[in-house]
Each structure stands twice: as C-alpha cells, then as structure tokens.
C-alpha cells in the first residue's frame, strides 16, 4: 500500500487589515467581490475555515500568498511599511500552526533598493521559502534592470520567486476587451484571458532581456500552467536566433521555471505540463479561495473542493513516485535548505 499522499499548496491567498487600507487609500481594486463575498470571507480567514477548507481540498499545507496585486501597485514608501508589516503578520500566522501554513514573503518592488533587503530579512529572519510577486510594478516590466538586485539576492539565497498574473494594463484593457455585451470584457481581461497573457509576456520578457543570463540560478515558479507559453514554446522559438539567448529557448523552463496548475484541474494542461518541462519541475497550488466550490455556470475543472484537489493528483497519470514529487517533493527540494543566518521567528 502506497504512503499517502503529501499535498503542499503554493499559491494560497490571503488578505490582510494593513494590505486592506494600503489598497483603499491608494484606489486599488483588487478584485471584483463585496465585502460580505464567501471569496472575500475565505481571503481574510487564516483560522478555522481556513484549515477546515483545506481538509476539504486535501491538502496538507497552504503556503500562504497576498492576493494580486500585493503591494506592487503602491507609492514607494507604502510599498515597503506595508510589505514589512505584511510579512511579520504572516510569519506570526505560520508560527501559530507550522504543520499547516508556509508563507511567501510580500516584496515592496516599488522601491528596488528595499525590495531587495526585504526578500533578505524575510527569508533569513523569518523563515519564509521564497516570495511572491506580480509582474509588472506600475508600468515598469519585470525584467527592469533595476530590479536585478532583488534577483540576485534571491538566486543567492537560493529562494523561488512566484509570479502570479495581475489585471493587464489600462490601455491595454480598453483596446483588447473594451465593447464587449454582457459584462465579459472585464471577466475576459482578468480570469478568463488576460491575467495569463500579461504575465507570459513577462516570462518572455525576463529571458530575452538576459535576466536568467545574469542570474542562471534564479528559480521562478509560474502558476496556471504556464501562464499560457508552455502551449507556444515551440512556436516563440523561433525567436532563438534573432534574441541571441545563451540556451536554447526550452532550456529557461526546464532550469529556471517551475510549474503549477493553480487549481485547474486539467489532464490536458496537466500531461502537456509533463511533457514540456518534466514531473520534476512540477509543482502544485490551488489558487484558493477562487477555486474553491462550483462557479457561476459551472466549471467542474476550476473546483478543488469536495477533495478535487487531492483526487486530481491522486488520479494522476504518474507514477507513485511522480505523484510524491509533485505533491511536496520537488517544493521541499527546492526550499529544503536553511540560509545559515536563520533563525526563528519570534512574534514582538
């Protein structure tokens, strides 16, 4: 009888009291639900239903994440209190339950100068496995140079960065998904399309832009299965010659990248996923609370509640092995290490 299966979720969202008010007092709209939303109750619950949710699922461990767009949308100098106060309420939320919860570090990348120091005080002082970040920071690519210091922080401390998508920009918006009858335009530009796009291009953006040249060990972790490029690899290929990369194009994801479903529950995406990067560069995620319980109009494969989640992988077309590495192996081997300087957290 095969041991049973270990689940650590990647990309599990939380909100918080001080992200809340930065958001409100800067006119961020993070998402489109009322405050009394089942969604919006789930974001701000890291208790009880929080850890009931998750025996609903199946899964063994949340590593906790700010919802889109974090702080990246934020002045500098908000950017950087919020993230610091941020990180230290999730880090006390982990240390009240570490069997249950992880954390990605919050980056204030509004300011580049201290987004670097916070990726190093969060993982060297308070444990954290990696961060999480969203793409673009206002108007400005991921692959900035300015931002290169924080990737170089984070490639030697040996930690992922997690990229997840956020609403394309404006202009963008109104000239793609503007004019369309019966309120798709919006659910297009974010959740249905757009969110994926915006960030693929970010991908692309960081390896032609030589970032991944510069920084060869620098780990990301895509969600969505790819944010769509895994389906076009071969075809943005032939682009090779012409950005004068040091690898082949596939290389970048099959050394840099890691992938997760976030809570799709497809085999298509699941075996393409296999086939272009290996199972072990797979991850798992569930993208809760947006997947959690039946949509409107019902979409079985964005649903990981009622142990979805664990019957996907379970069901998986894989070795036990493979299952194993998916579900919590290939996350603990990337993050197994402790940076020497660590020590735990202790709540002020």
């Given at each position: 009888m095969p041991e049973r299966l270990r689940i650590v979720g990647l990309e599990e969202h939380v909100v918080l009291p001080v992200v809340l008010d930065a958001w409100s007092r800067a006119g961020v709209s993070p998402h489109g639900y009322g405050d009394d939303h089942p969604v919006t109750r789930r974001l701000r619950d890291v208790g009880d239903q929080r850890l009931a949710d998750m025996d609903d699922q199946g899964l063994d461990v949340a590593v906790l994440s700010l919802a889109t767009p974090g702080v990246q949308n934020l002045a500098a100098a908000d950017a950087v209190s919020v993230a610091r106060e941020a990180n230290d309420a999730l880090a006390e939320i982990v240390d009240t339950n570490p069997d249950r919860f992880q954390a990605l570090a919050v980056i204030p990348t509004p300011s580049p100068e201290h987004a670097a120091v916070e990726l190093e005080r969060a993982v060297t002082h308070l444990g954290f496995r990696g961060a999480m970040l969203y793409g673009r920071t206002g108007d400005k690519p991921a692959d900035s140079p300015e931002f290169d210091d924080l990737y170089g922080i984070a490639e030697k401390l040996r930690v992922p960065l997690h990229f997840h998508p956020q609403t394309p920009p404006w202009a963008v918006h109104e000239?793609?998904?503007?004019?369309?009858?019966?309120?798709?335009g919006p659910a297009l530009a974010t959740a249905g399309l757009g969110w994926y796009y915006d960030l693929g291009v970010q991908y692309l953006r960081m390896i032609f832009s030589g970032v991944f040249d510069r920084h060869p060990e620098l780990q990301v972790i895509a969600g969505h299965w790819g944010e769509v490029v895994l389906f076009y690899l071969d075809h943005i290929g032939?682009?090779?010659?012409?950005?004068?990369?040091e690898r082949p194009l596939a290389d970048y994801f099959r050394q840099n990248f890691w992938v997760a479903g976030s809570g799709t529950v497809s085999e298509r995406y699941l075996r393409w996923t296999a086939e272009v990067v290996g199972t072990d560069r797979m991850l798992y995620s569930t993208d809760y609370p947006y997947t959690f319980g039946t949509r409107p109009g019902g979409f079985p494969f964005l649903d990981t509640s009622n142990g979805a989640a664990r019957t996907f992988l379970e069901q998986a077309p894989f070795?036990?092995?493979?299952?194993?590495?998916?579900?919590?192996?290939?996350?603990?081997?990337?993050?197994?290490?402790?940076?020497?300087?660590?020590?735990?957290?202790?709540?002020?």
């Open positions: 000239a793609y998904y503007s004019g369309l009858p019966n309120g798709v032939i682009l090779q010659g012409m950005a004068k990369l070795t036990d092995e493979e299952k194993a590495a998916i579900g919590s192996g290939n996350w603990n081997r990337l993050t197994g290490h402790i940076p020497t300087n660590h020590r735990p957290h202790q709540p002020a």
